[in-house]
């Protein structure tokens, strides 16, 4: 009987939720390096353009975000590869804290925007390209139709980051699509088969 042993099967998904751990364990005061301004009036704001992901208001945050996260994160990290769901990540939270700086008055924090666009990628992950999945319509309408009603609420959620990160998802999700076709079209054509050879005698001397 072969030994068990464990494995860092995902190894984008389990950093990303060390780190998050790590930065939760670190001093007050250096919570601000991990935070998106409302204004990019400095280096530190740009920095929590790319580093509010890590940051969280408590462990109940924290752990309401990775719950998602470390479900459907290692399935999407097998599925696009370490590499490209590392560059979601971080696209998804560049638009995030660039959308927020433009738009929004606030500052913002959180894996939020990322657990969304995990959610709603991974409704698309059997798309083809000219179809829209039935689950894809229907997580859009249960989780991005929810968060726009709360959004009238006031509370100290940031709504926007999980639409701006569900919409990123969905765009990820039918762009691969597309880029997908389009490398499947251009498959060249497969080389004509080579004309069998006659068979031989043994003596050597072709038959026919």
């Known amino acids: 009987m072969a030994k068990l042993r464990v494995t860092y099967n995902a190894p984008v998904v389990l950093t990303f939720a060390l780190v998050a751990v ?22 530190r704001a740009y920095l929590g353009m790319f580093t509010h992901i890590f940051g969280h208001a408590g462990w109940d945050h924290l752990l309401a975000n ?12 097998e599925r696009h590869g370490s590499l490209s769901l590392l560059a979601m990540i971080a696209v ?9 700086a433009a738009f929004f008055n606030q500052y913002l924090l959180g894996a ?26 229907a997580v859009a309408a249960l989780f991005m139709g929810r968060e726009v009603v709360a959004a009238f609420k006031d509370d100290q959620v940031s709504q926007g980051a999980h639409l701006i990160g569900g919409t990123v998802g969905g765009a990820f999700g039918f762009l691969g699509a597309g880029l997908g076709a389009l490398r499947g079209g251009a498959k060249p054509a497969a080389p004509a088969p080579a ?14």
């Open 22 to 43: 790590l930065v939760q364990l670190l001093p007050d005061r250096t919570q601000a390096y991990f935070v998106a301004h409302p204004e990019l009036d400095g280096w």
């Open 66 to 77: 990775f719950s998602i996260i470390l479900i459907i994160g290692p399935i999407l990290e």
């Open 92 to 100: 998804t939270a560049l638009i995030t804290g660039v959308v927020n």
């Open 112 to 137: 939020s925007g990322i657990a969304f666009m995990m959610v709603i990628l991974g409704s698309v992950a059997n798309i083809k390209a000219g179809e829209i999945p039935l689950t894809f319509l």
């Open 195 to 208: 004309a069998p050879r006659p068979a031989a005698r043994p003596g050597g001397k072709p038959l026919g």
